[in-house]
């Protein structure tokens, strides 16, 4: 067993990434932080915090709140706006030789396709990642994701202007009834791969002030407390659309976390509140997975995605 | 604006000793060559809980003192208040248990090149960092006078730690029933009317740092303030622990407190507007 190799390398769309293991959008900045503690060449890709057209405050503090397994967010997408980003973080990490998912986040349609617009024309960039679905906008009404229509609507405009060069991964909330049927609806308008999930909404009330905890009152819940919600999620989306590459994220904190999204039909794995509490989660989550993968008997990352499928329609 | 803690290292440091101190716990660890990068005013953050803990996120302390040269190499002590779950794990962890820490982390305290008049002022537990603190501005031929306040007594945390580390210490509480009676800010007006201090250092709640942020206000007087802010992650990628600064036009930047402070200067910190959202940013 021991001199058995294992291929890690996975793709999403028509992107290719020399490993499995993801960070998660707005749980690594833009990659500088993580990069001292190790190199990020190591992992799969950066994907970076979610950025909108203008620079943003986010919400007030406080802005976190530890719960049992979990922790809530309410940041708000605070940002440099796309172009100090695009001119200052991708730069940066192109020039390390890191693989870069950009993600975008906005109030409007039309602020989706001028994003898309943006990234478009920096070269090197591996995927783009279309969030509609952060719950920390002042209004959740409009989270794009929560509907068919407006989700259609975002990934339609960003489709418009990346004709193919570049995947687009639509990111969506759980928080909806069908998350199916969401995921249909934006690989209709375009969308070439999906990452699920988002955070879920959640709220902690502050038993000295005896009100919301957090600045913004919602926040976004994360950690292992909802990795199985991730893992249903991936799951039916999987089955429903076997063809549409899927980056997992929710709660993985170990190799075996990782695998359990990959069975269930996930290509690549996003890591992020587990990033917080360990610094070198991700270089540490890969080792762990590929030694899982090959005490199963499997060869490449690909092989197993989607595995836990495979009895079926039988 | 900073991006990253260049210092800042993952190791398992192992306990070397654990004291309860009144209402407090002392705790030494051997960090070996870690303690030549670490400086008065940098925090650590440890894993607390255990493999199988439900606590997912790091917990911040300030690094009280740093020791050189022992049989084991460096250590960094700490000062534990055990009032919440993973301060309270902490405290129960025994002599020779290893725990996963990264440190060095943030801002330390500006050392002045030239012997000052420092003013230290701590707050409840917020004292910590002072310590050490004190003994390397002593070292650098500074005056050093301490001023420490809580809200009762128990909660000073060894005040002939205090008297040792530095030339003078007062001490206030809110109930009177340790030193003087009132508040830690109180003696500090008449301070800055006599020109007896330089710089002052200040570490504890935000409503102390703000108070003696206004007392400096128009005057010379450097204000060194160490924040605190709940923090997820300690290295700078979770936003959360984030206040407002004033930038040189007047405007303000959300700066993350792991990375641009915790030690920030006082006249720059909008307190105004913590726990608020600043105007919105023009670009």
């Not at chain 1, 021991?2 to 793709?11: G, R």
């Not at chain 1, 609507?153 to 909330?173: F, Q, S």
């Not at chain 2, 205090?162 to 340790?178: F, N, P, Q, V, W």
Request: proline share 5%; with cysteine; aromatic share 4%.
């Amino acid at each position: 067993m021991s001199n058995q190799v294992i291929d890690l390398s996975t793709t999403l769309g028509n992107a290719w990434f020399p490993a499995p293991i993801f960070t998660a959008s707005g749980c690594a900045s833009s990659g500088k932080e993580l990069s001292q503690f190790f190199d990020l060449r190591e992992i799969g890709a950066v994907v970076t915090k979610s950025v909108m057209n203008k620079a943003r405050h986010g919400r007030p503090t406080p802005r976190m709140a530890e719960t049992p397994s979990g922790m809530l967010n309410s940041i708000g997408l605070q940002g440099p706006g796309i172009d100090h980003f695009l001119a200052n973080d991708v730069p940066w990490l192109l020039e390390r030789g890191a693989k870069v998912i950009v993600s975008i986040a906005g109030e409007t349609t039309d602020e989706y396709a001028m994003l898309a617009r943006k990234v478009r024309a920096v070269p090197g960039i591996s995927a783009l990642e279309v969030n509609i679905s952060c719950p920390n906008v002042e209004n959740r009404g409009m989270v794009f994701a929560c509907e068919r229509e407006s989700s259609a609507r975002a990934i339609d405009g960003v489709r418009k202007i990346i004709g193919g060069e570049i995947p687009i991964i639509a990111k969506l909330t759980p928080d909806v009834t069908d998350i199916t049927s969401i995921a249909s609806a934006v690989v209709d308008a375009g969308a070439d791969g999906l990452a699920l999930i988002n955070t879920v909404l959640g709220m902690v009330i502050n038993l000295d002030t005896m009100k919301p905890h957090l600045g913004g009152k919602t926040g976004g819940l994360s950690g292992p407390a909802i990795r199985p919600v991730a893992v249903r999620a991936i799951y039916q989306v999987h089955s429903a659309m076997p063809d549409v590459p899927i980056l997992g994220m929710g709660g993985v904190s170990s190799g075996r976390d990782a695998l359990e999204l990959i069975l269930a039909g996930a290509s690549g794995v996003s890591v992020g509140t587990a990033s917080f509490g360990d610094p070198t989660a991700i270089p540490r989550i890969q080792r762990e997975l590929a030694a899982l993968l090959l005490a199963r008997g499997f060869s490449s990352i690909k092989d197993a995605v989607g595995y836990a499928h495979r009895d079926e329609g039988m | 604006m900073s991006t990253i803690n260049k210092s800042a290292t993952q190791i398992n440091a192992t306990i070397l000793s654990n004291k309860r101190v009144g209402a407090y716990h002392q705790i030494l660890l051997a960090i070996g060559d870690l303690a030549s990068v670490c400086k008065p005013g940098n925090f650590v953050a440890i894993s607390v809980g255990g493999d199988s803990s439900r606590m997912v996120l790091r917990r911040a302390f300030a690094i009280s003192r740093i020791t050189h040269g022992s049989a084991s190499g460096g250590a960094m002590e700490l000062i534990v208040a055990p009032h919440g779950s993973g301060s309270r794990w902490l405290c129960e962890q025994s002599e020779g248990s290893e725990i996963d820490i990264v440190a060095p982390l943030g801002k330390p305290f500006g050392i002045p090149t030239q012997p000052v008049n420092a003013l230290l002022v701590g707050g409840g537990y917020g004292s910590a960092p002072l310590f050490g603190l004190a003994e390397v501005l002593k070292a650098r031929g500074c005056r050093v006078d301490m001023l420490l306040g809580a809200s009762t007594g128990s909660k000073i945390y060894a005040p002939l730690e205090g008297k040792r580390s530095a030339s003078t210490l007062k001490i206030y509480t809110e109930d009177g029933s340790m030193g003087e009676s009132g508040r830690v800010t109180a003696p500090i007006r008449d301070l800055l009317a006599q020109g007896a201090v330089d710089v002052i250092y200040s570490c504890g709640p935000m409503s102390m740092l703000r108070a003696i942020s206004e007392l400096t206000e128009g005057t010379d007087v450097v204000h060194q303030c160490a924040v605190e802010e709940s923090m997820a992650c300690g290295i700078g990628i979770c936003m959360t622990c984030v206040l407002p600064v004033k930038n040189d036009d007047d405007s303000i930047s959300m700066l993350r407190s792991c990375i641009d402070g915790p030690v920030m200067d006082g006249s720059t910190v909008a307190w105004d507007v913590v726990g608020k959202v600043p105007p919105a940013v023009h670009s």
